[in-house]
């Protein structure tokens, strides 16, 4: 239940992603290229990384994978907070995509807490 969840979580992520990328280098008229494409980097990979652990070989693939996913999130976050604070993207904005990516770092946090366990 939690992977189909987080499959649809980070794909609908992603897309939000993949849109502020060409906010923030097409639309913006402050033009940004380095950050914007760190975070639709990490941004996109998180799916990516949980599609693949669904199809892993073993536990120990599927754990692996969905660890790299969790650290492709932190590290969205990371970016989200940088183009936050230097003014490239609003409050509002911020709020609106942070949220979204804390709940699927916890999503994905509980699953590797789950296959850790699971051993």
Do not use: C, P
Not at 80 to 92: G, K
């Amino acid at each position: 239940m939690k992977e189909s969840i987080i499959k649809d979580k980070t794909k609908s992520f992603a897309l939000r992603i993949i849109k502020l990328y060409k906010y923030l280098t097409l639309f913006s008229d402050m033009k940004e290229y380095v950050m914007s494409k760190q975070v639709l980097r990490s941004g996109t990979s998180i799916g990516a990384n949980v599609k693949e652990a669904l199809r892993g070989q073993s536990r120990a693939d599927f754990r692996a994978k969905m660890n790299i996913a969790l650290k492709e999130a932190s590290e969205t976050e990371y970016w989200l907070e940088l183009l936050h604070e230097s003014d490239y993207i609003s409050e509002e904005q911020f709020q609106s995509i942070i949220a979204d990516n804390i709940e699927i770092i916890k999503i994905l946090t509980s699953i590797v807490k789950n296959a850790d366990n699971n051993v």
